[in-house]
């Protein structure tokens, strides 16, 4: 999978950014390993504040708790970078922001913290609109920590335009 560039991804920005003013649409990010990135390619578009309301960076076990309402079993029991975290972290941004869509990510971009059922690379991203039903899916992105981290911002984008 080949890494988007800088200028691909300010694309794909604003092509999702004209989407969602089209469509009256705002959108809340929720990012963990991506570490805000994705909020940052949409707010280096002029306009942005539109269609874009907030974005969260959330590491640790106690952001995701405090700021997204994601449980201390599904953390414990499934680890952050799980389906079922990606859920909760894409449903809680919805509940807490004004948002109508929201993308969330959770994964390890590297170059430790990886395992053999987790290897670096894994990244969880969940897409949800408000009143409907999140879908998340599982990518194993190749490449050092950048890399993960922008294929994983390829990927969120493209997941809220394919929702859109």
Excluded: N
């Excluded at 680890?79 to 975290?85: H, I, K, M, P």
């Amino acid at each position: 999978m080949s890494d988007p560039s800088d200028a691909q991804l300010r694309e794909q920005a604003q092509s999702l950014g004209e989407r969602l003013r089209a469509a009256r649409e705002s959108l809340v990010t929720a990012e963990s390993c991506s570490g805000g990135w994705i909020a940052k390619c949409l707010t280096d578009i002029a306009g942005s504040s539109e269609w874009f309301d907030c974005g969260m960076v959330v590491y640790s076990y106690e952001a995701k708790q405090a700021l997204l309402g994601v449980r201390p079993q599904t953390l414990e029991e499934h680890g952050a970078v799980s389906r079922e975290t990606a859920i909760e972290m894409v449903s809680g941004a919805l509940v807490h922001s004004g948002a109508s869509v929201a993308v969330a990510v959770t994964g390890i971009a590297g170059p430790g913290g990886g395992s053999e059922d987790k290897p670096v690379g894994t990244v969880w991203i969940a897409w949800k609109r408000r009143g409907g039903y999140a879908r998340a899916q599982v990518f194993h992105f190749d490449g050092d920590r950048e890399a993960v981290r922008r294929q994983t911002v390829g990927k969120a984008l493209a997941g809220v335009a394919d929702l859109l």
